[in-house]
Every structure is written in C-alpha cells, then in structure tokens.
C-alpha cells in the first residue's frame, strides 16, 4: 500500500470500505484521475474484510457474518467482475427452550412448534386466528407487526426475547420494518434471502476487494485518520485546497458532532474453540431464549463446505454476538434510527449539502442501514451523479 503525494492525487476517498472502493474503481475506469484512498483501519474492506484463521483454516469475517445476496442484475454482474461466487444459500437455525427450529419462519417452524402437520392453507387460517387480536390495527411498530406477522406464541418464542437482546429497547418503541426484513412462508422454503442471487466470494472477500482497486492509478493509505491534521489527506488541508472528497466517515463525526451525536448498535464478538470437526451443523445458530445472553454464534467453518480439503478436520471456531448500544469510541453496526436521530440526520445532511467538493456515501456516511449489495448500488449512482460532475 502507497501514497499520491497531495498535489498528485485529484480525488481523495475517506474509507476503504465497499462504497469506497466502488467509486475508486468507477473514477479510474471513466476517467483518467488519480485516487487516494485512507482508511484509519490497518485494512481494506470496511465491515465486510475478513482474514484466514491458522488454526482451523476458516475465514472468518471480522465485523460479523457477511453473506452476499442481491436481486439486482446491474450489481451482480458487476461484482462478478471481480470475484466468482460459491453456491451458498443461506440458512439459519434457532435453539427455543433446548429444540432446533428452522428459521426463518416457515411451515417446518409451525408444524414442529405446534407438533402438528398443518397444510399451507390451515397454517395459514391458524397464524389468522392468532393474530386476530390487531385486526383492524394498521402495526406501527416491531410489537404490533411481528404479532401480525405470525401471532403471539411464536412471536414470544422466536422474535420477542431475540429482539429485546438486539436491541435493548422495547420492540413496541422499534420501527416495525426491521422484523420486516424476515420473511414468513407457509411452505417449507427455509431460504434466509429472498433475493435471485446470493453466494460468497471464492477466494474470500478482502481478495475481491483487491481486485476491484488493482489499478495503477488507485493508491492507499491505511492506519490514516481523516481528522490527524499530522498526515496530508486531513479534513482541513483538503477542504482549503478544494480537492474532491468522498467520505463515508460517520457524517455526525465529519462535523464535529456540532448538533449532537447520532445513536448506533455495535456488537462484541465472543471466540470460543472446540476440538471439533463442527459443532452446530450449519454456519448461523440463532438463540431465541432470554437465558442465553448473546444473540447468535457464527461457526464459520461451515460457510464454505467447498474448502473442506484446507481446514482442520478436528479444530472449529465459533464466536458469539453480543449487541448493546455503541458508547463514542466503539464501532458503530446498527444505525438505532428513533425519530430523534432521523430528525438529527436530517439536519446534519443539510449541513453536508454546503461542503460542495465532498460527496457522502455508504453506511456511516447516510446513516442507513444498508447490505452490501445497496451500499454497490448507490456508490455506482453517486459516482454518476455526484463524484463524476466533481472531477471536471
Ligand atoms: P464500511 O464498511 O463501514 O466502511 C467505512 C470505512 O470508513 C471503514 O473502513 C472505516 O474504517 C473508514 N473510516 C471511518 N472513519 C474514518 C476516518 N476518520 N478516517 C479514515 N477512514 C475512516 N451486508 C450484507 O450484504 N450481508 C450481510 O450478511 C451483512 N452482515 C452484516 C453484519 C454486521 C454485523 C454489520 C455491521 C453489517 C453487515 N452488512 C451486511 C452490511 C455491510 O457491512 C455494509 O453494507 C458495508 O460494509 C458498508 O460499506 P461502507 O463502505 O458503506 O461502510
Ligand atoms: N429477529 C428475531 N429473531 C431471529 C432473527 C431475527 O427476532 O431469530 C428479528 C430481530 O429483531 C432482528 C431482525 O429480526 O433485528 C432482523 O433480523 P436479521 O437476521 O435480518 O438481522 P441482522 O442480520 O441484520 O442482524
């Protein structure tokens, strides 16, 4: 990794995250610019890098499971430039009072919480039945919606104590869209996505991303924060010099926190071995109960069963999520997004809108909730849009 001196560089992008390195690829394949990337990490990848684990040969992605899916053919044909992709589907599983339940919610789920053997058809008429209590109700939040969604004994086992550890806030004060994002099927389709494409990169996901900046007119600059006045690519020098910005920094951050902070979820990951070939059977092992204090354990092993040749056969690891809300030097996950924080970012967009040589991307950027595959998508809009109009 390399560095532009100032004056040779004519775009600086701040992250070398997804949507970072998007517009890096874009602005070296449409124009003949020369980009900066930094990134305060000592890697490329943003959330989405992940590393190989001596151990047990595993790759583990470090800011939390990654799983590639999308059902837009522009994006998918441009990642698969760059990367082939496995045929992993994605399929989680959820432990309720000492049983195994396939998620997400789906025929199988119902007929074996109910111990019966239910058609789609009275599965259906049951879930009615037992969300017959919000008839008429139009579901404003998490509460209301997941009891709409699959009626109360299954919101009570599956969604009301896995929430409450996600989010530590009650679900009748969280918007109803985040359990929206989980479907519900009565046939037993126990796909996670819903989406025409999904897989995971080949060769792992930081060596798609090198391929996507692997250009001589790409430099980057790691373990380089923005705010250092120390190191050349600062805020300062470059907002006097008007060279073009791309930042997706926490935008709050990018002002200084001047009308407040915004609010996020992060996540601690606990690492536990076992002298195992495979401890859970499946990759996702989601824990619905209040007793078991972390949300979910990730058993990467088991995303990549094509590589079973270069893994341990007797070694597996497995880390455990736990969620809380993010104190000011944690990394910031899940942007919280109460009515407050839409009202602040609001704000903080209409004061990015006057800094006229920097454009802001990408999940810290536009406090959204993005995937990966939205995070592609916008970036290659913005370079369009906005980064293109800035470098002529
Ligand atoms: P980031 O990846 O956050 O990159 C921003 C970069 O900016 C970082 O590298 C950061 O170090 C850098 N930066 C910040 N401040 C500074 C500074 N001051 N100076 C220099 N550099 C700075 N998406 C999916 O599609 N599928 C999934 O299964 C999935 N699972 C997820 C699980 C978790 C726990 C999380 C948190 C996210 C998940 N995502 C998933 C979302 C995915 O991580 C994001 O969509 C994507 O990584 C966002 O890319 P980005 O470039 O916007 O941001
Ligand atoms: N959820 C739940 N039980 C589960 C899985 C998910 O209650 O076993 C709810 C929870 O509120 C979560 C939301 O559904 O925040 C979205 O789940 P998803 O798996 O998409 O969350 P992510 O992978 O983004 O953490």
Same mark, same amino acid.
């Given at each position: 990794?390399?560095?532009?001196?100032?004056?040779?560089?004519?775009?600086?992008?701040?992250?070398?995250?997804?949507?970072?390195?998007?517009?890096?690829?874009?602005?070296?394949?449409?124009?003949?610019?020369?980009?900066?990337?930094?990134?305060?990490?000592?890697?490329?990848?943003?959330?989405?890098?992940?590393?190989?684990?001596?151990?047990?040969?595993?790759?583990?992605?470090?800011?939390?499971?990654?799983?590639?899916?999308?059902? !837009?053919?522009?994006?998918? &044909?441009?990642?698969? +430039?760059?990367?082939?992709?496995?045929? =992993?589907?994605? @399929?989680? *599983?959820?432990?309720?009072?000492?049983?195994?339940?396939?998620?997400?919610?789906?025929?199988?789920?119902?007929?074996?919480?109910?111990?019966?053997?239910?058609?789609?058809?009275?599965?259906?008429?049951?879930?009615?039945?037992?969300?017959?209590?919000?008839?008429?109700?139009?579901?404003?939040?998490?509460?209301?919606?997941?009891?709409?969604?699959?009626?109360?004994?299954?919101?009570?086992?599956?969604?009301?104590?896995?929430?409450?550890?996600?989010?530590?806030?009650?679900? !009748?004060?969280?918007?109803? &869209?985040?359990?929206? +994002?989980?479907?519900?099927?009565?046939? =037993?389709?126990? @796909?996670? *996505?819903?989406?025409?494409?999904?897989?995971?990169?080949?060769?792992?996901?930081?060596?798609?991303?090198?391929?996507?900046?692997?250009?001589?007119?790409?430099?980057?600059?790691?373990?380089?924060?923005?705010?250092?006045?120390?190191?050349?690519?600062?805020?300062?020098?470059?907002?006097?010099?008007?060279?073009?910005?791309?930042?997706?920094?926490?935008?709050?951050?990018?002002?200084?926190?001047?009308?407040?902070?915004?609010?996020?979820?992060?996540?601690?990951?606990?690492?536990?071995?076992?002298?195992?070939?495979?401890?859970?059977?499946?990759?996702?092992?989601?824990?619905?109960?209040?007793?078991?204090?972390?949300?979910?354990?990730?058993?990467?092993?088991?995303?990549?069963?094509?590589?079973?040749?270069?893994?341990?056969?007797?070694?597996?690891?497995?880390?455990?999520?736990?969620?809380?809300?993010?104190?000011?030097?944690?990394?910031?996950?899940?942007?919280?997004?109460?009515?407050?924080?839409?009202?602040?970012?609001?704000?903080?967009?209409?004061?990015?809108?006057?800094?006229?040589?920097?454009?802001?991307?990408?999940?810290?950027?536009?406090?959204?909730?993005?995937?990966?595959?939205?995070?592609?998508?916008?970036?290659?809009?913005?370079?369009?849009?906005?980064?293109?109009?800035?470098?002529?």
């Amino acid at each position: 990794m390399s560095s532009f001196t100032f004056d040779e560089a004519d775009i600086v992008i701040v992250g070398a995250g997804l949507f970072g390195l998007t517009i890096a690829q874009q602005v070296v394949e449409h124009t003949f610019a020369r980009v900066q990337i930094i990134d305060i990490r000592n890697h490329i990848g943003g959330n989405a890098y992940s590393y190989f684990d001596d151990e047990t040969g595993a790759e583990i992605h470090k800011y939390g499971a990654h799983l590639f899916h999308t059902s !837009s053919k522009v994006v998918w &044909d441009y990642v698969n +430039r760059f990367t082939k992709f496995t045929h =992993y589907t994605h @399929r989680v *599983f959820a432990t309720h009072s000492g049983v195994v339940y396939p998620l997400p919610i789906n025929l199988g789920t119902i007929n074996q919480f109910f111990n019966k053997s239910y058609t789609p058809e009275q599965a259906k008429r049951l879930i009615e039945q037992q969300a017959g209590e919000l008839a008429g109700k139009n579901p404003e939040n998490l509460n209301d919606k997941g009891i709409s969604l699959i009626g109360r004994p299954l919101y009570e086992a599956f969604i009301k104590n896995y929430t409450a550890k996600q989010w530590q806030t009650d679900p !009748s004060e969280l918007p109803a &869209d985040i359990i929206t +994002r989980l479907p519900v099927r009565f046939n =037993y389709d126990n @796909r996670y *996505f819903k989406d025409t494409w999904e897989g995971l990169p080949v060769d792992g996901y930081t060596a798609w991303f090198k391929r996507m900046i692997d250009h001589d007119r790409i430099r980057v600059s790691l373990q380089t924060d923005f705010f250092d006045e120390n190191q050349p690519f600062n805020k300062d020098t470059l907002n006097s010099s008007g060279k073009p910005v791309v930042y997706t920094g926490p935008i709050d951050k990018y002002f200084d926190y001047c009308l407040g902070q915004l609010q996020w979820r992060t996540v601690d990951f606990k690492e536990v071995r076992y002298d195992e070939a495979d401890h859970f059977g499946c990759p996702v092992m989601n824990f619905s109960d209040a007793d078991v204090p972390y949300t979910r354990a990730i058993e990467f092993k088991n995303f990549n069963p094509e590589r079973q040749d270069s893994m341990n056969p007797s070694k597996t690891v497995v880390w455990q999520e736990y969620s809380r809300f993010a104190e000011p030097d944690d990394e910031p996950y899940y942007p919280i997004n109460t009515h407050e924080d839409k009202l602040l970012y609001q704000q903080y967009m209409q004061l990015s809108q006057s800094e006229n040589n920097t454009v802001f991307g990408g999940r810290l950027g536009t406090y959204k909730y993005y995937d990966m595959h939205q995070v592609i998508a916008t970036a290659l809009h913005s370079f369009e849009h906005e980064v293109k109009l800035l470098l002529h």
